[in-house]
C-alpha cells in the first residue's frame, strides 16, 4: 500500500533553534501533502495544504513565516519551525494524497520538544 | 461547510464482543467520508472510504462501515474486538477538493 515517510520521528532542542521535518511518499506521486499538528487527546488541526510547485495554503491562525512549507517535488514536502518556542512543542503529522478520490496517507509523526 | 460528529469520546468493548464506533456528517452534495485509526505516537492508518457503490464498506483488519444517507451517519463496526484494535479512530469527511474535515476522534478500549 500507499508509504509516506516522515523524518525525524523525535525532536528535541533549545529554544531559538529552527527545525525541519521531512515527509515523503515512497511509492506514489503525491500533488498535494497536507501538515497537521495535534494536541494531546485532541483531534489534527490543518495547518496547510501544499501542491508541487506552488505555494502552500495556510490555515486561519497559521503563521506563515513560523511554518515555513516547502512543496519542491512530487514526493517530498519539508515544514520548517523557525525560532522554535516551547508552545510549539507538538506532534506534526504530515500527509499525501495523489488525487482527490485517493485517501491520505499518512506519516507516523514527529513529536518536537522545545525546552 | 462540510463537518463530522463522533459522539462519544470513549468506547469500552469486551473481547469478542461486537463494537461500533458512532460517527454523523453533515455535508452538501455527495460525501466521501473516511475511518482512520490511530495509535500512540504515530500517525493515522486508512482503515476505508466510501465515495459511491455499496452501502456496506468493508475494510483493513476486519473493520466494516455502514454509509446510512437517510440518517447521515458513516458507523465504523466490527464483529469480534481484539484487544489490539483499542486506539483512537477518527472519523473524516472531505471537503473540496482534497482537504479532510476529522471529528474529535474516539478513543476504543477493548477490555480482555
Known amino acids: 500500500g500507499a508509504v509516506v515517510s516522515q523524518h525525524p520521528s523525535w525532536v528535541i532542542c533549545k529554544s531559538g533553534t529552527s527545525v525541519k521535518i521531512e515527509c515523503r511518499s515512497l511509492d506514489f506521486q503525491a500533488t498535494t501533502m497536507f501538515w497537521y499538528r495535534q494536541f494531546p487527546k485532541q483531534s489534527l488541526m490543518l495547518m496547510a495544504t501544499?501542491?508541487?510547485?506552488?505555494?502552500?495554503?495556510?490555515e486561519q491562525g497559521v503563521e506563515k513565516d513560523k511554518f515555513l512549507i516547502n512543496h519542491a517535488s512530487l514526493t517530498l514536502s519539508t515544514l520548517t519551525v523557525t525560532s522554535a518556542h516551547p508552545e510549539d512543542s507538538s506532534f506534526y503529522i504530515c500527509?499525501?494524497?495523489?488525487?482527490?478520490?485517493?485517501?491520505?496517507?499518512f506519516g507516523d509523526g514527529t513529536r518536537l520538544s522545545i525546552l | 461547510a462540510q463537518s463530522v460528529a463522533q459522539p462519544e469520546d470513549q468506547v469500552n468493548v469486551a473481547e469478542g464482543n461486537p463494537l461500533t464506533v458512532k460517527c454523523t456528517y453533515s455535508v452538501s452534495g455527495n460525501p466521501y467520508l473516511f475511518w482512520y485509526v490511530q495509535y500512540p505516537n504515530r500517525g493515522l492508518q486508512f482503515l476505508l472510504k466510501y465515495i459511491t457503490g455499496d452501502n456496506l464498506v468493508k475494510g483493513s483488519y476486519g473493520f466494516e462501515a455502514e454509509f446510512n444517507k437517510s440518517q447521515t451517519s458513516f458507523h465504523l463496526k466490527k464483529p469480534s474486538a481484539l484487544v489490539s484494535d483499542s486506539a483512537l479512530y477518527f472519523c473524516?469527511?472531505?471537503?473540496?477538493?482534497?482537504?479532510?474535515?476529522f471529528g474529535a476522534g474516539t478513543r476504543l478500549a477493548v477490555h480482555p
Open positions: 500527509s499525501a494524497t495523489g488525487s482527490a478520490n485517493q485517501p491520505q496517507h
Open positions: 473524516a469527511v472531505r471537503d473540496i477538493p482534497t482537504e479532510l474535515i
Open positions: 501544499s501542491n508541487e510547485g506552488s505555494k502552500a495554503t495556510y
